[in-house]
C-alpha cells in the first residue's frame, strides 16, 4: 500500500496545480473532472496511510482451555470510508463455535503465478453453520500443522503436545518497520485481559 501511496501523491499535486494555476488553459468544462480525480486520489492516500498505521502492531488471538474459550484480537475497518473510526474490538467466543477453513489464492504477477494459502477461524452461530465472525490464523506459514496444534491443546491439554516455543512480544518490532512503529500498541481490555489467561 505504500507504494500506492508513492505513486499517488505526485498525481494529487499535479491535479491540485492543473485545478488551481491552469483554469484558463483547461477550460471550465474540465473542472469537475479534475475535482472527482482530485477526491479520487485523496482518497486513495487516505486510505493508504490508514491501512498502513491504524490496524494494531499484531492481531493476537488465545485459546483458554479451562473456559473452553478464545480470545480474538479484532480490528474492524471500513474499506469505502478512509475517515471513519476504525477500532479494535476485542471479542471471546466458545471454543464450540469455531471451525477452520482453509482459503487458497492465485494471482498474476509480472514474473509468473503467485499462490497464497492459509487457514481462517470461523465462528458459527451455536445450533448452526451460519458464519458470524471470522479471524485469520495463518498465512503460507504451517497452517495445517497450527490448526492441528490447537485441537490438540484444547481437547487433550499441552502435555499431549511438545512444549511451544519462547512467548511472543506483540508490541515487538523491527526498527526498520516504520508503519508497525506509528501503529497502536497491542492493549487488551483489562477484564477480558485476566480472563484469557486464567481458570473460572
Known amino acids: 500500500m505504500s507504494a500506492l501511496i508513492a505513486l499517488a501523491s505526485p498525481i494529487l499535486l499535479f491535479n491540485t496545480y492543473s485545478i488551481i494555476f491552469e483554469f484558463n488553459a483547461l477550460g471550465p468544462k474540465f473542472i469537475p473532472l479534475n475535482i472527482f480525480e482530485l477526491g479520487l486520489i485523496v482518497w486513495v492516500v487516505t486510505f493508504g496511510i490508514r491501512i498502513?498505521?491504524?490496524p494494531p502492531r499484531d492481531s493476537p488471538i488465545r485459546f483458554n482451555r479451562a473456559r473452553?474459550?478464545?480470545?480474538?484480537?479484532?480490528?474492524k475497518y471500513q474499506w469505502w470510508n478512509p475517515f471513519g473510526k476504525w477500532r479494535v474490538s476485542p471479542v471471546s467466543y466458545d471454543w464450540s463455535q469455531v471451525r477452520a477453513e482453509r482459503w487458497s489464492h492465485i494471482g498474476a504477477v509480472s514474473g509468473?503465478?503467485?499462490?497464497k494459502w492459509g487457514v481462517e477461524l470461523s465462528i458459527v452461530e451455536p445450533g448452526t453453520n451460519d458464519v458470524i465472525d471470522r479471524f485469520n490464523?495463518?498465512?503460507?506459514?504451517?497452517?495445517?500443522?497450527?490448526?492441528?496444534?490447537?485441537?490438540?491443546?484444547?481437547q487433550e491439554g499441552p502435555d499431549a503436545?511438545?512444549?511451544p516455543g519462547p512467548p511472543k512480544d506483540h508490541n515487538d518490532v523491527l526498527w526498520c518497520e516504520s508503519a508497525l512503529r506509528l501503529a497502536p500498541k497491542v492493549s487488551w481490555p483489562p477484564d477480558m485481559d485476566l480472563e484469557s489467561r486464567t481458570a473460572p
Open 68 to 75: 473452553q474459550k478464545i480470545y480474538a484480537y479484532n480490528f
Open 137 to 154: 490464523l495463518s498465512t503460507m506459514d504451517a497452517d495445517v500443522t497450527t490448526w492441528a496444534y490447537i485441537c490438540t491443546y484444547m
Open 112 to 115: 509468473g503465478l503467485i499462490f
Open 52 to 54: 498502513d498505521i491504524a
Open 161 to 163: 503436545l511438545p512444549p
